[in-house]
Nanobody, 125 residues
Framework: QVVESGGGLVQPGDSLTLSCVANGLNLDWWAIGWFRQVPGKEREGVSCINKSDRRTYYKDSVKGRFTISRDNAKNTVYLQMNNLNAEDTAVYFC????????????????????WGQGTQVTVSS
């Protein structure tokens, strides 16, 4: 139902934009979240955009560097990532939820129903 793309290998300080296409989902009814995971660690919430008012949420360490947005006409949510550093290296997943953020915290993984397969982002010099 959701498919990510846009990952790649970049250098520190570079920018990258990830895309999440929500096939068959109305973005006015589904919040979309971005998560990331590195081997040996739990998957963590990076950002979320609300379904109705488009309010956005961010993990503290990405505030001011990452921007989440959506294009309803294309049924796509974007994660613009600027000034990337090595700590941003991870597999990035997008996910869809009808519950967050009103019923649960925006980064509550169990509240997301649909998950993509992930896209690798590697930041290295």
């Amino acid at each position: 139902q959701v498919v990510e793309s846009g990952g790649g290998l970049v250098q520190p300080g570079d920018s990258l934009t990830l895309s999440c296409v929500a096939n068959g989902l109305n973005l006015d009814w589904w919040a979309i979240g971005w998560f990331r995971q590195v081997p040996g660690k739990e998957r963590e919430g990076v950002s979320c955009i609300n379904k109705s008012d488009r309010r956005t949420y961010y993990k503290d360490s990405v505030k001011g560097r990452f921007t989440i947005s959506r294009d309803n006409a294309k049924n796509t949510v974007y994660l613009q990532m600027n000034n990337l550093n090595a700590e941003d290296t991870a597999v990035y997943f997008c996910a869809a939820s009808v519950y967050v953020p009103s019923g649960s915290p925006w980064n509550a993984r169990p509240e997301y129903d649909y998950w993509g397969q992930g896209t690798q982002v590697t930041v290295s010099s």
